[in-house]
Structure formats: structure tokens, C-alpha cells
């Protein structure tokens, strides 16, 4: 076959009329939204890592047996005095696994969000797949607005949703076992707060671990796009070693605190759960109004746009590693 | 208009020139092969043109500058980077509902007919397909795309020769036509030589020869010569000469038709030859101090 021939091969259509090859505007379809191409890029976050979805629903699996177990080996009637059962001491009693289910669950999130983050953008360089994700009409931009929103949106979500699931669970097995050894479990859960609780948690889901931490996330995800190996040990090392300078030349440890008041969630936060004899207490329009009026909040989500421009500076220069 | 239009396109990394000055004009409708030795500039090259990298000098591809608009240009623009670029966590099934989801010129319905030829099932991940597999998926996905470019770097390296042969058939036959332009780097150059309908030899960042199909046939030819008749033939002056089973082959640019035929019998030479003869004159030029011809 000659190119002559190759060129003009029987089967191929000629070119209609008004067609694009003589450069005329194209008929476009229409362009997906950014809506539409942002929903698809979190999809596919939830296919590569579907770990993010999987562990803290293993984890709960795993509270939930501790607690069920718990409760099977708890001699009963309970050898306490009475004094301990007083008003006020009851229901900070049976509160207590369901506030302690509720932290192991935030502190997988926790954990997860800084994992995720950390492979984020660096994945997709290691195993060339960036090549293929930009061979297709999606921005730098909106990926890296899909991957921050992982940690900053489904995750809080997703850790209250796994939370109450696995509150309810906790409850249904509770009063199981309780029932067949003979307790009076109506009496017993009215006098929990769930409502209250669960107010709470989300409220501190959102506030605290979403968006006052979402700085740590833009930072983690910066790093993510730009280290070639070994992104975790890259986004802890400048850290300490911002700390480690500033005790040497200032002696003074500023960087430090404001770390540390950040991960704390900062003052007049609600916090999760109440510390001391505390009782639980649903956040208020105040308690909102004061989260969104500290400049630590904007400060922090100011440093959050910077990081992810930064990030997606770079993915755009970035290819496979 | 020009599907690729370049002035002065240069790039460099560090101290190393990757492109030296390019100028390209790509009509639509052809298959461009871009040929040249490791790092002579080929990646690079393409890089630019999807707006994977910043370039200096002017480029535009489809009317847009690359580097400024990537996402836009992809509506248009299909690639196949590498054979192995498909995440490997990937479903076929997620594969075909993400280009879906986010690919206004995306046909469903032709992919998964392209698919239902090949043994590839719907809920395998791409780690468990072969690496043919995987290339039939990758082709799949863009045949159904219906673009105007279509840039393939390497596309079938570390394939066997089935697939090979395959891949360019089943572009040629269910996917090329007068729309749309397809720009190809490869080293196996044999197998492309009769689907190409222009190419460009590259080396060291610069167009060494540009030359469509039709004017190499008419140029270039080459000619088994007896060894009485070596010293005439070599007053014609070949651009190459080999030999083959101790016999001569000479490589002639240009030279009259009818004084070749006395010679012997004419061929068109492969590509491969071409490009060994004129990149190792150039290079042999550049060592003698001269410039490249």
C-alpha cells in the first residue's frame, strides 16, 4: 500500500460539507459543568482510595465488638457503691463508650485525611496515570479542588455518619445483652443525650476538624504535588525544622504554640466531648458566631487558598516521576 | 487551517536544548510520524503540544495555545502517552463511566462495541489485563472519543507484534478519516512506514528533514548495484552505501530515475535507511565543522 493509497482509503468518509477540516467552527456538544467534572474527579479519589470508605467502617466494626464484649463480661449487678449512681454520675457512666467510640472514630479520620493527603498527588505521578487523567478535559484546578475535598468535606461527613451508625449498632447490641441479663435497658438510654451528642460531634466535625484544620491538609497536599518520593518525611521535615530554628536563633517557640492551638482547635470552640464533669451541650448560634468571627479561621483558610494554588501550580507543570 | 502550527518553537531543561527553533504546519487529514533517536526531542515535542509543559517560541494547536487552555484543548485532543499510563486500580467499567462522565465527545456505545471484540470483561482492573489488553482498552476509549488530534508517543512499545499490527489497523480502518490528524513517534518505523502519509526526522532538537509520502517516493530510491558497475554508480553520488551479502546498496536523494534503472533494479527504500543515512550525514557533517545539510 502506498501512502497515496493510505490517504485516501476507500472506506473513510469524505469529509462532510461545513465539516471541520476546513477549519469552520466545530457543532460542539456541550461542555460538562464544573459541577459535573468536579463530582466525576471525586468519584474516581473514592475508587483509587477506597480505603478512605473501608477503614473506619473496620474500625467501627471493631468498637462495636470491644463494647459488645465489654458489656458480656460485665459482672452484674455492678459492685459499686450506690453513691456512684446519682443523678449526675449515671449518665456520664453510660455516655462514656459512646463518647469514646466517637473519638476513635474522629482520630481515624484523623489519620486517614493526613494519609490521603500524602498520596494524593503524588500517586498519580508514581504509577504515570497522570498522563492518562491529562489526556482528558478536566483542569488542574478542579482535580486538586476535588482531592482537597475529600478531607475537608466527605470525610467529617462521612466519620459522623459511621459514628451514629455505629452509636445505633452499639445501642441495639447493648440492650441484646443487657436484656438477656435481665437489666431494665428503658430506663437506661433515655438518660443519654444523643441528640445533643450528635449535634455536638457534627458541629465539632466541621468547625474543628474541617476547617480549622484545612490548612493542614492544603499543606500536606502541596507537598503531595511536589516531592518525588517520600512526600511524608518532606511535609514533617520543614516543620520541625521551623521549630528547631526559631529555638536557636529566637529562643522563643511561637511556631510551635500557634501549631499546637491549631490542632486544639483554638479557643471558644465546642469541644468533643466535654472535658472534666462538663455536661454535653449542643453548639449555640453563639458558639457559631464566635468560630466564624476568629481570625484564626480566615487566616487559616487564607493559607489553604495559597496552598492549593500552589498545588495546582505545580500539577501542572508536573509529569511522572 | 492548520490542525498544529508552530514558529520558533524551543525548549530547554537546565543547560540542555530540547527543541532548538521548530517550525511545524500540520494540515488535518494527515498521519505524521515523528521520528528521530532517544532525546532527540520527539517527547518533547508532543509534550508541547498537549500543554503538558511550557514552551518559548509561538505554538498553537487547533487555533488555542496549549500551555494556556490544556483542559479546553482536550475536548479535541486525544493522546495515548504510554502503554502503561491507565491507573492500575482502575475498573474497565470505571474507566468507560469517567471519560463518560467528564468527555463531551465521548460515544458509550462505540466503545463498548469496540470492547466486545476483545476478550476484555467489564469489571476487571487494570492490573489483572495484559499489557495488550490494556492497549485495546486505552484504544477503545479513544476511538470513541471524537476528536480532531490524536497524539500517540511510543503507543505500542513492549507490545508483540499482533497487537502491533492490530492497533494501527484498527485505527486506520474504524477511526482515521479526512478530519482528523494523527501524529505518531515510534521507533518500530518499519511498521508505520505504509500508514504514514507525512514524516519528520528529528535529532538533537531541530527538523532534520520534513517530507511527505508522496515526495519521498518520488526522491529518495535505492538501487543493488553488480560490482562492475560500483564506480558509475557512485558518480551519482549515493547519500549511503551498505553492503548486503557482499553485495552493494546504495541510497540515492534525487537522482534521475532513468540512469538508476541502468543500474539495477530500483526500490523505495524503507524509512529506517533514510534516517540512518541522513541523521549519520548530519552527524559526520557536524564533526567535520560543516553545517547540516
Redesign the interface.
Known amino acids: 500500500?502506498?501512502?497515496?493509497e493510505?490517504?485516501a482509503?476507500p472506506?473513510?468518509?469524505?469529509?462532510l460539507p461545513g465539516?471541520?477540516?476546513?477549519?469552520s467552527p466545530?457543532s460542539?456538544?456541550?461542555?460538562?459543568s464544573s459541577a459535573?467534572?468536579t463530582?466525576?474527579?471525586v468519584?474516581?479519589e473514592l475508587?483509587?482510595h477506597r480505603w478512605i470508605v473501608v477503614v473506619p467502617l473496620i474500625v467501627a466494626a471493631v468498637v462495636v465488638l470491644g463494647f459488645v464484649t465489654g458489656l458480656v463480661r460485665l459482672p452484674l449487678p455492678l459492685p459499686l457503691p450506690h453513691s456512684h449512681f446519682t443523678t449526675t454520675a449515671l449518665p456520664h457512666l453510660l455516655e462514656a463508650p459512646f463518647d469514646l467510640a466517637a473519638l476513635i472514630l474522629m482520630g481515624t479520620y484523623a489519620v486517614v485525611a493526613v494519609i490521603y493527603c500524602v498520596a494524593a498527588l503524588h500517586g498519580?505521578r508514581w504509577?504515570?496515570?497522570?498522563?492518562?487523567w491529562?489526556?482528558?478535559?478536566?483542569?488542574?484546578l478542579?482535580t486538586v479542588i476535588a482531592k482537597a475535598s475529600i478531607p475537608i468535606i466527605l470525610l467529617p461527613l462521612l466519620t459522623f455518619a459511621v459514628t451514629v451508625g455505629t452509636q445505633l449498632v452499639m445501642l441495639l447490641a447493648g440492650s441484646v445483652v443487657l436484656l438477656a441479663k435481665g437489666v431494665h435497658v428503658g430506663a437506661l438510654w433515655p438518660q443519654i443525650p444523643f441528640l445533643t451528642m450528635w449535634a455536638a460531634l457534627l458541629y465539632h466535625l466541621l468547625t474543628v476538624h474541617a476547617l480549622y484544620y484545612a490548612p493542614i491538609y492544603g499543606w500536606l497536599l502541596l507537598v503531595s504535588a511536589w516531592a518525588r518520593r517520600a512526600a511524608f518525611l518532606w511535609a514533617s521535615l520543614p516543620i520541625a525544622a521551623v521549630m528547631i530554628l526559631e529555638k536557636l536563633i529566637f529562643d522563643t517557640s511561637v511556631f510551635a504554640h500557634m501549631l499546637l492551638s491549631r490542632l486544639g482547635g483554638g479557643p471558644g470552640t465546642v469541644s468533643f466531648p466535654p472535658h472534666g464533669n462538663m455536661p454535653m451541650q449542643a453548639p449555640t448560634l453563639a458558639n457559631l458566631g464566635a468560630f466564624l468571627t476568629r481570625p484564626g479561621l480566615w487566616i487559616g483558610l487564607a493559607v489553604l487558598a495559597a496552598f492549593l494554588a500552589g498545588a495546582v501550580w505545580l500539577r501542572?507543570?508536573q509529569?511522572?516521576i | 487551517m492548520s490542525v498544529i502550527e508552530a514558529r520558533g518553537l524551543r525548549k530547554r531543561f537546565g543547560t540542555t536544548v530540547a527543541l532548538d527553533g521548530i517550525d511545524l504546519n500540520i494540515e488535518a487529514g494527515r498521519i505524521l510520524g515523528l521520528i528521530g533517536p532517544n532525546g532527540a526531542g520527539k517527547s518533547t515535542a508532543l509534550n508541547s503540544i498537549l500543554g503538558l509543559i511550557p514552551f518559548e517560541g509561538e505554538l498553537k494547536v487547533l487555533g488555542c495555545d496549549p500551555w494556556a487552555s490544556r483542559d479546553r484543548l482536550m475536548r479535541d485532543v486525544s493522546f495515548i502517552a504510554d502503554v502503561a499510563v491507565l491507573p492500575r486500580w482502575l475498573r474497565v467499567s470505571q474507566a468507560l463511566d469517567y471519560v463518560a462522565g467528564v468527555h463531551p465527545r465521548f460515544d458509550r456505545a462505540k466503545a463498548e462495541s469496540l470492547l466486545a471484540k476483545t476478550s476484555i470483561r467489564r469489571g476487571s482492573r487494570i492490573r489483572e489485563l495484559s499489557k495488550g489488553m490494556v492497549t485495546q482498552l486505552h484504544l477503545a476509549l479513544i476511538m470513541a472519543i471524537d476528536a480532531r488530534l490524536l497524539v500517540l508517543d511510543e503507543p505500542t512499545l513492549g507490545l508483540d507484534i499482533l497487537y502491533r499490527k492490530q492497533f494501527y489497523d484498527a485505527l486506520l480502518t474504524d477511526y482515521f478519516d479526512h478530519n482528523r490528524t494523527i501524529v505518531v513517534t515510534t521507533h518500530q518505523v518499519e511498521e508505520i512506514q505504509n500508514v504514514l502519509t507525512d514524516f519528520m526526522f528529528i535529532d538533537h532538537g531541530r527538523i532534520v528533514l520534513s517530507c511527505s509520502m508522496e515526495e519521498f517516493e518520488t526522491r529518495y530510491a535505492e538501487v543493488t548495484v553488480p560490482p562492475e558497475q560500483l564506480a558509475v554508480a557512485r558518480e551519482l553520488r549515493p547519500i549511503q552505501e551498505r553492503q548486503v551479502f557482499g553485495r552493494s546498496t546504495l541510497l540515492f536523494d534525487r537522482a534521475e530515475r532513468q540512469r538508476l534503472e541502468q543500474l539495477g533494479s530500483v526500490r523505495t527504500p524503507s524509512i529506517a535507511d533514510v534516517f540512518v543515512a541522513v541523521i549519520g550525514n548530519a552527524a559526520a557533517d557536524a564533526e567535520a565543522g560543516g553545517s547540516r545539510v
Open positions: 500500500m502506498t501512502s497515496t493510505s490517504a482509503m472506506d473513510s468518509p469524505e469529509p465539516a471541520r477540516a476546513d477549519g466545530v460542539a456538544p456541550a461542555a460538562p459535573r467534572l463530582y466525576w474527579s468519584r474516581r475508587w483509587e498519580e504509577d504515570r496515570s497522570i498522563l492518562f491529562k489526556s482528558l478535559p478536566v483542569s488542574d478542579i501542572r507543570r509529569g511522572p
